[in-house]
Structures are given as structure tokens and as C-alpha cells.
């Protein structure tokens, strides 16, 4: 099995070789992935950088790569150049993906054959962020979508990995996975940066009064009273805390 590197903006990563089968996760831009198998137009994948196993549609991808930069804003438009002006498309790359600059023109870097993308949109791919309120923060109010890892939707778990994915960092994909993967905090006062878990739920705390989550009762990401979300969560679904850890310890 042989290295295959994703060169769409994006696309859904299903559990099963279905259009109609559950969406589980996505694959972004530059992201390395291995084809275990091909059937009726689609691929069995994993993913390198988390192992996950799925569904992608078949497609031509790339088998070379080596990613400069990195995108660092929610989502950032994709130009073409036409007559020295670069014009806009409908299209876009999203927060994490990868790309390898081919060509440089004042503010715009080309990552393939005429796209081009602003350059103040991208970091070095070397560029390691501290500040994790500041990723998660970005992706207040996008929508919350099951399987989902962009501006376009995402659900509480790629949240949470976002971080880690930017940075390049191992962390599971699923709550489930993320569970078992972190360390339990021994001291039970929460503060920022601490990893809040439930059975099929996660979210971080911003300080030692607020949370961060996408939260699927609410269909969005936002921040809301730590100990009202956990008696709210209780109330509502009959879930307890199953573990609290802290993103400075994993």
C-alpha cells in the first residue's frame, strides 16, 4: 500500500462504500491517506495521521507531496489568474489543510496549475500554535455536523482534534478513541484547557467558568456555562462525566 496524498478541497469520509452510508469523518486538502481496497467507484482508506478506516469515492490523487504551508483561517478562497487579475472561484480550502507552494505573486501563492491562494490565509508548514482558545475560537458558530471537520460543519470531536491536527500532533477522531488516549486530570478543579468527556461527547473548558463545544441540542459550535452544560447534560440525556483531562498533558 502506497502513500496517496488528497487533492480536493475536501470530502466525506463514509463508513461504509455508500453515498447514503454514515458520514464519519473528512478528508481535507494534502492530508496523506493508504488504499486498502477498490470497489464499485469507491476506496477503502486510512488515514495516516489518525488511522481512521473508510469510505472515499474514487479519484485521481496525488503520490508525491511535500507541503510548505499550512491554512490558518477558517476557510480561504481559491482565485484563478486571468489577464494578471486573479479572480475568485466558489471554491475553498479549509483551517489544517496542506499545501505546497508552487509559485509566488505578490500577495498570492499558487498551490496548483492557476489556483492561487491569499498567502496571509497560510503559515509555514513548521508553525506550531500555542494558543488552542485561539484555534477553537475561530469556529464559533459554525454549524454542527455529524462526521464533520470544517468551517462547513463539525461535530465535538474534530473540535477537539482540530487543535492537535493543525500542530501535527497525534489525537484520535472519534470521543470514544479520545477517552482511552487521554490522561485523567487528578486535580478535579477545572480550569482552561481542561478536557471535559461524556459517553459520545467532548468539549473544553475556555476558563474556569465557560466551555466550548459543538453541541448538537444547540447545531452549533459556542460557549456556555461549564456547570450548567454538565447539570444540562445530565438532565437532558442522563450522561455524567465519564473523565476530565487537560490538553497541556496530551
Known amino acids: 500500500m502506497k502513500n496517496n496524498f488528497f487533492n480536493k478541497p475536501k470530502a466525506n469520509i463514509n463508513l461504509k462504500p455508500d453515498s447514503n452510508s454514515e458520514v464519519v469523518s473528512q478528508i481535507l486538502y494534502g492530508e496523506k491517506f493508504k488504499i486498502f481496497s ?11 495521521y489518525d488511522n481512521y478506516i473508510g469510505y472515499i469515492r474514487k479519484d485521481k490523487f ?9 491554512i490558518y ?3 480561504s478562497r481559491i482565485y484563478k489568474k486571468k489577464d494578471n487579475k486573479f479572480l475568485k472561484t466558489n471554491n475553498y480550502l479549509y483551517f489544517g ?3 505546497s507552494v508552487k509559485n509566488k505573486d505578490n500577495k498570492f501563492i499558487e498551490f496548483e496549475n492557476n489556483r492561487w491562494i491569499k498567502k496571509k490565509d497560510t503559515r509555514s508548514i513548521s508553525h506550531f500554535e500555542k494558543n488552542f482558545l485561539k484555534i477553537f475560537k475561530l469556529f464559533l458558530n459554525t454549524k454542527y455536523l455529524w462526521g464533520g471537520k470544517t468551517s462547513q460543519g463539525i461535530d465535538c470531536s474534530a473540535l477537539i482534534q482540530i487543535y492537535f491536527y493543525y500542530n501535527r500532533i497525534f489525537f484520535p477522531r472519534d470521543t470514544k478513541d479520545q477517552i482511552k488516549y487521554c490522561k485523567r486530570k487528578i486535580n478535579k478543579k477545572l480550569v482552561k484547557g481542561d478536557i471535559i468527556f461524556w459517553k459520545g461527547h467532548v468539549g473544553i473548558c475556555v476558563n474556569n467558568k465557560k466551555f466550548i463545544h459543538a453541541y448538537g441540542p444547540k447545531k452549533k459550535v459556542l460557549i456556555m456555562p461549564t456547570i450548567l452544560t454538565i447539570k444540562l447534560i445530565y438532565r437532558t440525556a442522563k450522561l455524567e462525566v465519564k473523565k476530565i483531562s487537560s490538553i497541556l498533558k496530551n
Open 97 to 99: 489543510s496542506s499545501v
Open 38 to 48: 477498490e470497489s464499485k467507484g469507491w476506496l477503502k482508506i486510512k488515514t495516516i
Open 62 to 70: 496525488l503520490k508525491k507531496f511535500n507541503p510548505t504551508n499550512k
Open 73 to 75: 483561517v477558517l476557510k
